[in-house]
């Protein structure tokens, strides 16, 4: 087992890197914190490169780590736990996961939701939660969507991504190939053609596009919908956020009655 | 019309102090960006004590300030807007507003929610604009809940605190209240008593309690409540973030059909 005392050491600095988005493509690897991140990780068979902890999570967790592979454990200082950490207190324990292969052996069956130009990183990860708890079979991001793999995606989604396929493609190629599987495809928009969404039938399989926080859904992509539907609102306010909306959408499809 | 040019301004070193709670109860003050939510705590007939505004915001929204009275008016330099600005790009205008004074006669019908200690900025204000598009009547936040001024809140409410009564006041004389009217209190709980949210029947007024994001609601207002109800996770997560399980029930409560 290796240990790591200071934050000048090489492999922290560049685990460190893994911080900014280019460096998380260029090596393939992200961050999580916390055991319970981990562990979700682990559930999922995600590769785990490196455990990295201090002496808190060395008492908190010594029986998990006891369990793990040895040469992938680092115990850490403080300072450098502290020094990868984005949390306010970090809790005692990092991991670095390998990114998952691109998978083509995805089979779009049952609810897709289509995520186009979601830029805000708790809406996308609340948005993965939330299909997750409701159901549905995965989530697409397409082009201008939020980065999955920054801190604050990560602990919004509570370990959702290893639950269900999230997968970046433009949104182009992926409503074609629903088209193609005579899957109905549904956008949301307020406007006189669209319908309020208990009206819309349940199905086993369906594709729903939410969009950006300010323009909503890209025109082309409205155009390509099925059916475009709409949430009442009945009081003052002029619109629901974009991740209240797609949740109350997700259960409506879902809905056994 | 004032114009302040220092950031070391005597006043401007007062109203810095407003992005904290303390003081904002102290003067019974807090600031909004933006010409939007100036502009809706205008229609709602708020106290607007000042508009501070740069030369943008001069250029950009001139009709508006000119039908302003002018004594409420301060024209401030680009570093002063700045120093007030909690908003990485501040847009050119700022107002002063008084707080409500605390109602004694609003009415307790129709649809309400009752928050118990829930901590995040960002849930408190979505919650609160979701309440309000959804058609409920007002919102209670309990001990625990966060101040609802802040500069977060204040961004995601998106000015539905304008729209619908926010009030401040401990959970236990509520309940009390909504008892003895003989309004139906449901809580939130994943447990064998708890029924799920669909076979709730809809009635004109009910009260909904919402939990903690991580202890979920006190067991001494569970206790209290007329039905506990629960949403089906199908997926593999383990909860749903508490304003998107907020916002599936309220949309269910205030639902037609």
């Known amino acids: 087992m290796k240990e790591i005392l200071s934050t ?3 492999m922290i600095k560049e685990l460190k890197k893994l911080h900014k988005k280019k460096y998380r493509e260029e090596k393939q ?5 916390g055991f319970h991140l981990i562990e979700e990780a682990e559930k999922a068979n995600a590769q785990i490169d490196w455990v990295l902890f201090n002496q808190r999570g060395r008492t908190e967790w010594s029986d998990w780590l006891d369990e793990q592979p040895q040469e992938r454990l680092i115990q850490v200082s403080y300072e450098v736990l502290e020094s990868l ?14 990114m998952p292969e691109l998978e083509n052996t995805i089979q779009f069956s049952g609810g897709w939701l289509l995520l186009d130009n979601v830029q805000d990183p708790g809406n996308v990860g609340t948005m993965i939660r939330t299909a997750d708890a409701a159901g549905l079979s995965g989530v697409i991001l397409g082009e201008g969507c939020s980065d999955i793999y920054n801190t604050k995606v990560l ?22 190939m629903f088209k193609k599987l005579k899957i109905p495809i549904y956008g949301t928009e307020l406007n006189p053609e669209a319908i309020i969404y208990q009206k819309i039938p349940r199905t086993k399989n369906y594709a729903l596009i939410m969009g950006n926080e300010g323009q909503g859904i890209s025109p082309r992509f409205l155009e390509e919908t099925d059916q475009n539907i709409y949430i009442p609102i009945k ?18 499809f879902e809905s056994d009655n």
Request: proline residues 6%.
């Open 155 to 176: 602990r919004a989604m509570q370990g959702s991504n290893y639950h269900l396929p999230v997968i970046f493609k433009p949104l182009d190629n992926i409503i074609d």
């Open 29 to 33: 690897q992200y961050i999580i914190e």
């Open 235 to 252: 009081g003052a306010a002029e619109s629901l956020n974009v991740a209240i909306a797609a949740g109350i959408l997700m259960y409506h």
């Open 8 to 10: 000048k050491n090489a």
């Open 85 to 98: 950490s984005e949390l306010p207190t970090p809790q005692g324990m990092i991991a670095i996961i390998r």
